[in-house]
């Protein structure tokens, strides 16, 4: 862990990025090879998404559709223990969801003016779920059950086959509990190609949503404008503020749980105290010996674990928000007491025993969040990343002619005649 002594003055912006940089960035050679993945999808539909599966995923596919056979034997080899822990969860989250839900509105702002905004689900969408380090049916229930609450019509999910050509049973016990009824056996690049552009068998979508790697990232920026995308997702980031009164076992449980999840995977420590801060950082290089995921967090806490010792808490919050992290634990005495302080995090996790996987599984708000700082601008994954809205105008007769000349003299200053036009001649009514 790289200790870094915050200065009286603090640190700008600027400086803080350079500290946390990861070099994420998407390179021009990893877009040279996904742009020809995509355009192989694009031109060749269905064989060359047969042709990629089986080059990038050992195995054959005549048909990439989960059946309803798979899905009961995959039903069948989870616990019901597991299925009860999917289905209150997905409880927990739709009620959560439910708070974000719009209505439609129209309202008289002037005589015979009613304005308005109506809101409507976007009509086909499709949920990405990685595969690869681990399988996450948790993915499945955070990035599904918003769209379902939102009303979409059409939910298409696509997650990477295993060698054996079916599903991890996890992911689609959830995606059962969830409601989805379209499931493709499709990953990586591919998997965004054929819901961007679809194939003979799949209709695109309007929408992509989910987390992958570097290649599902990449697909996501390329195919942006052909479809909407909900961001793009880099490694996974915590960041906890805490002082002496916090237990350090805890604090360290709570950092390697994030950096379990990726060698690039960025854990931050903001703390006043240097002697919390060294008894955490021990805490870290014991525990993580007696976890399955060793590699991983060595990699993860080597190169991207950072300590900021910073004289006070004003000075731990101004950190915060110039780092903008993805997930954010404050265990100070009276937690609640920081959050007007706090403006840029993405998940904020207040008190000693609302540790962050909570947060990844059960409590109900969304666990796909801005990473990398983007959390300083974009928000969780919600029933508002699955609905667009339209504005609505309406005048009568008298409110048009008493702002009709307004509008043509507005028109004319811009050199557009036509738009006044359109005005003068419905002057003559």
Known sequence: MEWITVPEKGFTLREVRTLTNRNVNLSEELEKSVSAILEKVRDGGDAAIRELTKKFDGVELSDFRVTEE?????????????????????????????????????????????LGEQFLPIQRVGVYVPGGRAA??????????PALVAGCPSVAMTTPPGKDGKVNPNILAAAYVAGVKEIYKVGGAQGIAMLAYGTESVEPAFKIVGPGNAFV????????????????????????????????IWIAADLLSQAEHDPRAAV?????????????????????????????????????????????????????NKIAPEHLEVELPDPKQYLPLIYNAGAIFLGKYTSEPLGDYMAGPNHTLPTSGTAAFSSPLGVYDFVKHSSVEMYNKEAFQKISKKVQIFAKA?????????MEVRDED
């Not at 996450?136 to 059950?145: A, E, G, H, K, R």
């Not at 995921?293 to 101004?318: G, N, P, T």
């Open 70 to 114: 798979e899905m009961q034997e995959a039903l069948a080899q989870v616990t019901p223990e597991f299925l009860e822990v999917l289905k209150e969860a997905k409880a927990n989250i739709e009620t959560f969801h439910k708070e974000q839900v719009r209505k439609s509105w129209t309202k008289n702002f002037r005589d015979g003016v009613e």
């Open 414 to 422: 811009e050199g557009l005649t036509a738009h006044a036009h359109a």
């Open 217 to 248: 990232a990449m697909a996501k920026r390329l195919v942006f404008g052909t479809v909407g995308i909900d961001m793009i997702a880099g490694p996974s980031e915590v960041c906890c503020v805490a002082d002496g009164s916090a237990d350090p």
């Open 268 to 320: 931050f420590l903001i703390t006043p105290d240097a002697d919390f801060g060294k008894k955490v950082e021990a805490e870290m290089e014991r525990q993580m010996k007696e976890l399955s995921r060793y590699e991983i967090m060595k990699s993860s806490v080597d190169d991207y674990a950072k300590a900021f010792l910073c004289k006070d808490a004003a000075q731990c919050f101004d950190i915060v």
């Open 136 to 145: 996450y049916p948790s993915t499945v229930l955070m990035d599904t059950v």
